[in-house]
Each structure stands twice: as C-alpha cells, then as structure tokens.
DNA sequence: TATGAATGAGTCTTCATTCAT
DNA sequence: CATGAATGAAGACTCATTCAT
C-alpha cells in the first residue's frame, strides 16, 4: 500500500509494528479502502468491511469521509499523481530508446493498487476520470517532447509525430488497463522501435 | 437496443409486428438491462427497475433469468458476437488502407450500449471478459492477417508485424475504451498509415 | 384503531381472531404506525418497531410505504376524514344549542389516535398541516352557518357573527389540542351559551 | 435571541462588549439550539449542528448539557417567563379594552423562536408541558381578573365570567400555535369586545 | 407461465455520548 | 476548561431472491 504522503521522519524508523498499529486512523483506513477498491471494486466493497480490515469502529469511517464515495475520492486525490513536470527523459537522437523510457516510468505515481482502481473506477466518479484523462494528456505531451527532442531537425511531419505520440500513450493505457484482463502482453520496447522506425 | 438473436423465424410470424410492445418479455427485459446497465453499471442497477423499464413484473426477471448475473451473461452471450471468421479485408499492396478497413469495421457486433458494458464490466464476470479477450484477439489475428496479405514478399521483420498488428489492436480498443471516459481521440487512419510506413 | 375503509362484509362477521390476524399486512402496518405515532411521535418512531408491532418483517413496510413519511401521509389521507359536506345542524332560533351540537360533533372523522396524530405531527409534514387548515376552515364554516340559521333576521352585526365563528372554532381546537396536553378542561357547551348570549 | 438571564453584572464588564463574538460558549450554544430547535424541532436537530452554528467545538455542548435534552429544558427554563405577578391591567368599567390589554401582552417573556418551541415540544419534555400549562393558566387568571375589576358590582353569573376567561385564554393560544400553521388570523381585540358585550 | 407480496440480510449513514489529552 | 477523535447502537432504506397463487 504506497501511501503517496508519508511522513518524513518514519523513513529512519527501524519498520517496525508501528507501521502497522500506530499509523493514525485516517490511513489505515485508505490503505484498508485501497486494497478492497483493487480487489472488488468501490461499488462491491461495504464501508463495514473498510472498517473492519482498517481496525477501526464502523463510525470513524464515516468521521473522516462523510460520504463513502469521499474515501475514493480521498484516495485518487492523495494517493495518485501524475507527474506534470517538464522532466525530459529523451535520448537526442534516438526516439526508441526515448519511448522506451517513458515506457519504463509512466509519469504516474501510484501503487499498483491504485493503479488498477484509477482505471476500474474511471465510470464511478468524476475525479476518477479526469485524473485518469490527465495521466493520458500527461503521456501523450512526454511523447510527443521526446520524440521531438529526440529525432534530428528538421524533422518531417509534424503531424505523424503527433500520431506516433497518441499512438504511444495509447498502447501504454492499454497495458496497464486491458492487458491486465485480457491476459495479452505488449512489449513497449518493441513499439517504441516500431513508432521511431516508422519515424526514421 | 440491436438484439442480434431475433432472427430466425421472426419473419414468418403472423403475430403483428408491433415490435415495441409486443415483444417477448424476455427480450424486453434484455433491452432494459442493455440500457440501464451501459448507463450506470451492473453493480448499480436493481433488477426492480430492469423490470420497470422492461414493463414485465418483477418475478418474471427472475423467471427467465434466476440471478441477477445471469442477466449480464446472457447480454454478453447474445448482444456481443465476435465475429471469427476469416474474412479477408486487406488491400494487397496497400497495408495502410487495410488496416483503416480493419478499423472501419471491427469484428465486433453489438451496439454501441453492450460495447460499453463489454468494457465496463470486464471485471464484473468471468464471461465478460473472456469476449473482451476473444476479441482483442481476433483483432489482433486480423491485423496481422491484413498485414501478411498486404505486405510484398518476402516481408521483413515478422516479430515487427506481429508488434504491428500487436499496436494497431491496442490503438483500436483503447479508443473504444478509455477515450470515450477521457474525451480523446484518435485518428485510426493515420495510425494505420503510420504503422504501414514503419512496415514499409 | 378505526380504519376509515372498513371493508364492508367484515361488519356481520363475529369479530372473532381474523380482526387481529387475517387483516392484510398494509392495514397492520397502518395500525401499528397509528398507535405508535400517537404515542411516541411520529420522529422518535423507528420503522422497525412499526414492523415489528404489525407483525410484518421489517422490507415489507417499505415495500408498501417506500419513505417513512409515506406511513404518516397515508395515514392522514386515508384515516383522517373532514367532512366538507354542508349538512346543516343548526336549531332555528337557538345560537347556543346550536354551537353545543358542532361541538358534540366535529366535522372530523378519526380516532382519538388519529386525532392525536393530526395535531401533534402538524410541522413534520405539509400534508398533515393541510388537513388541520381545512378542519379549522370547516369548523369556522359550519360555526358560522350554525349561527347564521339560528339567529333572527336582521341579525346585528355580520362581523361580530364571524369573529364569534372564529372564536368557537378556536375554543373547539383548542381543546382538542392543548387542553390534552395542560390538563385544563372547557365545556363547550358554557363557551357556546356565552357566545349566543353575545350576539343575542 | 433575546436570552432573558444576561443581565446581572454583564453591565460591569471591563471585557469588550462585542456581544456577537465574545460571549461566553454556553450562551452561543443556547442561541444556536434555540434557532435549530424553532426552525426543525428538537428531533431533527442534532447536537453536532448545535455546535457548528454556535462556533464551539462538539464536546463542548456535553461539556454545558451533558445530555442533548438539558439544552431544550435550559432553554425552557431560561429564556421562557411566565409572568405571574399580580399586574393589573384592567380597565375598570371597559372588559373589552381590559381583555384587549391582556391579549397585547401575553404574560410570556420568551423570543418569537422560544414561543414557537414552546409549543413545538410540549410533547418532547415534561418541563415543556409544564411550563405550557402554566401559561394557560396565567392567562386565564389574568382574564378572569381584568374581567373582574372591569365588570361593575354585582357582576352576573360567576360561572359565566370564568367561561369567558378560558375561552379568551383558548383564543389567545390557539392564535399562538395553531394559526401560525393553519394561516388563519384572529383579531382578539374583536373577541374581547364579542367576549365583553356577552357579559355586559 | 406469470405475478407481486413477502423476506431478511445487508448497506450507508446518523448521532448522542465518551474520553484522553 | 476545551477539544475533536473515537465509539457503536440504531436508523432508514435497498435489494436479490423466494414463493404461493
């Protein structure tokens, strides 16, 4: 259960018990929430049993998160981020290793649980969704910068980098969401040598 | 609300044709789960209003369908074929348009409603998502049918089709999927052409 | 518990066990609802405990009255009766018998339960307040033709006639609801005699 | 919120006077209870709302009124008044101006939102009732004594005056509860001139 | 085959009240 | 005195499912 925001200062901490019992209320019960959401889904998933994993009373849930849908809500905001910076990950003058690099670190900061929930959920709520829209923007805009940095100037159709960019985030989502259900595996290496010879 | 099993023998019916109302109850019942469970999920919706909408009481849904999944299995089962055939659609020599035929027309019939449960409720049913499955594949089969065809002999690389057919298969579901959630879209014809010249 | 809607047919049958068993559920569930609103309010009144003393499981209340409020709406709508109709009780030449008999018998149908019902829940729902309006509105009604009928034309003042129609309505309510409640007794009859005694 | 026990020593104060702002917690918990009190009743008004108009923290109103009824019998108790000194306002040889006086100054000390819990909750505490109770009977002993000092000796039938008390008592609460509901209006100084001439 | 009343476990949510700090 | 996290019993309401007719 990666929690996004842990405290500085628990780092040193020799990982005790007390990652498991002292942690406040509020987290344990995200964390409980976050494996249940992955697991069965926001919808299949009682508030009673988030309670009970958490080892909180029934009634603290609700204390922190009014509304069972603000635990989700909490949850996308808190424990998932995309990562809009302008970090450049290009290798100049070769845009399938470029590719293959965002590949390898999706500007998506979540644990896999998280993951599978941001993209399970996408029809549950509003905030889903659009972080879920923000992560593609965020994929397709690094794609398209490395592969601008990466192929030499003056480059040829503008609108085929734009193609291959769209393309790319494209496979990447459908990795991480569908691939998982269906059971297919893409190797982005591949396609990311496909996309820069097609490119070339 | 295309149902794709009224086929048979409808045609000779001498009962009127007034298809709206009077319609078998079982297949008013599938067209009222088909609409609400695309709008607001399986999880979501009560079989007591699948029966209000389908203007059938409430123990006849159970009648013909005796739990509640069975009514999504069967929607899977008729409304959504993937179609396994070998059609053959390529343009010989001219692997760009024949991936944008590919694309024009997946194999896949069913309404634009159970494509949407199709996708939504991967994770609800086992049967769910096996179609899902089927149909990445078949999509992928074809794509690289397409390809093979296409492509002048002796072909190139044949692990870069197979990437090809591989990406152009995730462009295409992505697209059905998450970009109907995020509000993207993708041009599949110029990702066509743009994997052509990457095979060229 | 007097039902407004006795069935008729159950009037000649020997009042043996089937008044308190074969009553369907939807009438126990009215009675026990009458009998605890009037006791313990119709807030502080669980639904369950509506259930449980009808004798009937806890989902069929809602099955019959889908929100808690309905079993009060219904209850005043279908147990609560203000007679409209304009029947006249006056005694031509006497003002003060004439009063006496509206009061022995208020244009309002309903068991003392219901009575208390009526003016004890008149915030917790417009429908309830309704009906106590029109009750007022018909006992001033019929205070006013009573007294119209019974005085010797010319009568004096017509305004004074309506503010002693007012007054004896308000005498009449009053009793009904606040007097319960203080413990203070009026006789009607006395307010009645003054009131003639005023106009005559 | 026209608290009626502030004014001893408050004058000497040397703290500011910003009433709004600085006045003690328990006094803003007072002034919040008797607005949620007036507006949803007692029932619907939860401790937790209390405490956010007041401006205090939740524990604090337990802190004050250990249990939620204490706030409604504080507030019964200290900001209702029922007047029972022996003031005259009779108007010797004019019942009707007499009555009128009366009905112009109800012998209750309490803000429009206490009158109106006052009557609201007669049925939720006993000290309510009470207090209730003695108003009725208040009023009545000061009709009875206005009627008493206006009326020229020998006045007629004893009994007769009494009626006339509690029926302008009746009057007067009935206008306080219930027209407030039902929308009707009542003139008193109309029925002490009716109630007056019945006696003259 | 058709029907809707009946069932009761389960769901979210509320709330008075306690209590450690 | 003050505070807000903690508690858990209870409440309204939902809903898949059964079943007598």
Redesign the interface.
């Known amino acids: 259960m990666g929690s996004l925001r842990q405290r500085s200062g628990t780092s040193r901490r020799t990982r005790d018990a007390s990652d498991q019992e002292t942690q406040d209320a509020r987290t344990r019960i995200l964390d409980a929430a976050e494996r249940l959401f992955a697991g069965g ?1 926001y ?2 998933t009682p508030t009673a049993e988030i309670a009970r994993l958490a080892r909180v009373p029934k009634g603290l849930v609700f204390h922190y998160f009014p509304k069972k849908i603000d635990v989700l809500v909490a949850l996308i905001d808190e424990r998932t981020l995309v990562e809009e910076a302008p970090e450049v990950e290009a290798v100049p003058g070769d845009a399938a290793r470029s590719l293959s690099r965002l590949a390898r670190r999706l500007p998506l900061r979540a644990s896999p649980a998280m993951r599978r929930i941001l ?2 959920e ?2 549950t709520h509003g905030s889903v ?1 659009d972080r ?2 923000r992560l ?2 965020e994929i ?1 805009r690094r794609a398209r910068f490395a592969l601008e940095l990466a192929l030499p100037t003056p480059r040829g159709d503008a ?2 980098l734009e ?2 960019a ?2 790319f985030a ?2 990447l ?3 991480e ?2 691939c998982q ?4 595996h ?2 982005p290496d ?2 990311a ?3 820069a ?2 490119l070339g």
């Open positions: 889904g919808e299949a993209f399970r996408a029809d969704r879920l829209g593609n923007g397709i609108a085929r193609v291959a769209v393309t494209a496979v989502l459908h990795q969401n569908l259900l269906t059971g297919h893409i190797d591949a396609v040598e496909l996309i010879h097609a």
